[in-house]
């Protein structure tokens, strides 16, 4: 992670100002977003039981602010629910984003006539959770207590390759799939996620939406706002094993 000291502030420190802002006005349940980041590599299915293991500043962040959800709910009393979502895509995501969210970047691609790229080979797998799977959970916990003080995974149950995830959205996009691949950078290979435990409480609110049917539903949305241009990650304070790619992007922008 090329932002470490933003990354720290925004994910950690912010979390931790609303955990003291939260204990302090005896709020009923905090509920928070993480990731299955936290988990790290080689732990598949991941599953809620699992010791993480984060293995880049993004996933210690979020198990940073799960320790100290933890720590205030036996100091303080008070109630949390933690949610790891992964890989999540729908309308309205941020089609300028040149670094994150995949689904995105390369509908985005399409528009502008680029290639879709891909690090690496393509054989990554994540499992990608379209948000109508996963939002409506996260709302619906705060009037659950019987949930209360609990980690659960939630998203999408099939991981697919992010070569067959390129030829899903050129399909959805209308096109056939241009793909250039570049060099590898160092991610975890395999990522996705069991999820009994959320399908045990929150089962009713759980579609299971294909990963066809919410791209293609993201890509009607899509192609009505049009492309988008992003802008380049601005305060870059490591820049050592930066991708070459990225370093790119940062020439251009």
Known sequence: MCIRD???TNNLLGSVNLINAAVNHEIKCFVFTSSIAVYGRNQLPMTEDAV???EDPYGIAKYAVELDLKEAHEMFGLNY????????YGENQNLG???RNVIGIF???IMQGQPMTIFGDGSQTRAFSFIDDVAPVIAASIARPACYNQVYNVGADKAYSVTELARVVAK???TEPNIKMLEARNEVVHAYSAHEKVHQHFGDLIKNVSLEAGVNRMA?????????QGQAFEGIEVRKN????????EKAG
């Open 6 to 8: 933003s990354n720290y």
């Open 52 to 54: 993480p293991q984060p």
């Open 81 to 88: 629910v933690v949610f790891r979502p992964h890989n999540v």
């Open 97 to 99: 984003d040149r670094y």
């Open 107 to 109: 509908m985005n691609q």
């Open 172 to 174: 959805a996009m209308g």
């Open 220 to 228: 009607v949305w899509a192609k009505k706002v049009g492309a988008r």
């Open 242 to 249: 930066l991708p070459p790619s990225w370093a790119a992007l």
